[in-house]
């Protein structure tokens, strides 16, 4: 990648007179974040045991993007998260945690509660008219390959990358993703590797692979649409379909309405492989298919989200959601995540509680701004959800609970996080034993600039 990207600058530099290029640097911008986060979690076993860690990291992100010469631009984004007054027991979760999976079974001693630094955006981009190209690492948002935030740092993807405008409600895109770095990681590995670690070839025939994007976004005054379907040649198609609508009677009373659809299902060799006896899914394919719908209402300052999800129970089938790069697509998700340990290293066919075959989610969420009071910049949300499926021991309950202020660029939140019963599922969609009570804990600071 670098040596691509260093040729195409020194091609451009080479076609361009000395002022130009000092404009090109001089009409740059700087832009990025300081970021403190500190973060407990507690665990109450199902055999009576107990287990407690946290962390506190500083750190964040520092990106510069060149202004545009000819249509061309180039960007850099330095990341980092350093953690300090660690404890015995660290929650690596906003360190290296998944360089720590990563060098599982190996030498690598605690690496998964180290500090890291990574170049998690390095770009060159090209813009004609309506028409966008770019190559490098970049940090992506789309359904199932997601730059969450949720965490110290975020994810990025290194790929080729088509945007084009077809009008001002059309938008089409195309991308070719060879590389995935973790949010807690600075190794940019295979993009398929990382979904399936060890088991790579096992269950692709190969040793590496691309995912290939393609998407349709139609974004009117009401109405917003959005496809995407993710190809991977030898192990799976995902198509997600997202519609919705949204009005306001009034100036102050406004609601939306959304559906959505997710299918999955393997081919190629992964197809041939998982059906056989003794494969990792225990002689399943892929085919998973889930609904959502969500119902907002948002009067002044106050808001109210109630949404469904339901992924089918194929019993015969690896019916769980195949989500290994961060994405949380369902609309029930919760700041608990349920699904971001799936996108760990190799573990791409795991699954946690909303996301396993069979699992209908019901949330309600309440949020409240406070600026009636003449104090602005204060905001509470509460969330519930109830997680049920009849593979469970026990229905599975989160609670989280946010208190934020924001004033300019600076932003500070508390969040609480209850879960009754939490719950995962192995490859082969063997229950693990759920906990009892997991509780987490976190303050997060963080200035922009």
């Known amino acids: 990648m670098k040596k691509i990207i260093i040729s195409a600058l020194l091609a451009v530099v080479s076609a361009h007179a000395a002022d130009s290029l ?16 500190y973060i407990e979690t507690q665990k109450d076993k199902i055999d009576g045991s107990h287990t407690s860690a946290h962390a506190n990291s500083v750190g964040g992100m520092l990106s510069y993007t060149t202004g ?9 984004t330095f990341m980092t998260t350093n953690g300090f007054a660690l404890p015995n027991t660290v929650d690596t979760s906003i360190l290296g945690r998944d360089n720590g999976v990563r060098e599982e079974g190996s030498a690598g001693g605690n690496i998964a509660q180290d500090s890291f630094s990574v170049l ?3 770009f060159i981009k090209y813009t004609y008219q309506d028409f966008t190209a770019t190559y490098g690492r970049k940090v992506i948002k789309t359904p199932l390959i997601h730059a969450k935030e949720v965490r ?11 945007d084009y405008k077809m009008s001002d409600e059309l938008k089409l895109g195309a991308s070719y993703l060879t590389h995935f770095k973790q949010r807690t990681s600075d190794k940019f590995s295979n993009i398929i590797e990382h979904a399936l670690g060890t088991s790579t ?13 393609m998407n349709a976004v139609y974004n ?3 109405t917003k649409i959005k496809l995407y379907n993710y190809y991977v040649d030898d192990f799976m198609n995902s198509v997600y379909v997202d519609a919705g609508f949204k009005n306001k009677l009034d100036d102050d009373f406004k609601y939306s309405v959304n559906a959505q659809y997710i299918n999955q299902t393997s081919i190629g060799n992964a197809d041939d492989y998982l059906s056989t006896a003794g494969s990792v899914t225990g002689g399943k394919e892929i085919d998973v298919n889930a609904f959502g719908l969500k119902f907002g209402v948002d009067y002044k300052e106050s808001g109210l989200v109630l949404a469904y999800s339901k992924v089918q129970r194929s019993s015969d089938k690896h ?19 349920n699904s971001l340990f799936m996108s760990n290293y190799g573990k791409g066919l795991t699954s946690d509680s909303l996301y396993i075959g069979g699992s209908r989610g019901l949330k309600i969420a309440y949020t409240q701004k406070y600026n009636f009071t003449g104090v602005k910049g204060f905001k509470t949300s509460l969330s519930y959800l109830n997680t049920d499926n009849d593979r469970f021991l026990k229905t599975q309950e989160d609670f989280n609970a946010v208190i934020s202020y924001g004033i300019g660029q600076f932003s500070v939140a508390l969040k609480g996080i209850w ?24 303050v997060i600071a963080n200035y922009k600039f």
Do not use: H
């Open 22 to 37: 000092e404009s090109w640097f001089k009409e740059g911008s700087v832009n990025g974040n300081i970021k403190y986060y």
């Open 68 to 76: 545009d010469l000819n249509g061309f631009q180039t960007g850099l």
């Open 120 to 122: 998690g955006e390095a």
């Open 152 to 162: 110290m740092l975020t994810s990025a993807v290194q790929g080729l990358f088509f």
């Open 201 to 213: 070839k096992l269950i692709t025939g190969d040793d590496k692979g691309e995912v290939i994007v």
């Open 220 to 222: 009117a005054n009401k």
């Open 319 to 337: 019916d769980s959601l195949v989500l290994p790069w961060d994405g949380t697509p369902l609309f029930t998700n919760m700041i608990t995540s």
């Open 419 to 442: 879960v009754k019963y939490n719950t995962s599922s192995t490859a082969s969609g063997t229950i693990n034993a759920q906990d009892d009570k997991l509780t987490q804990y976190r």
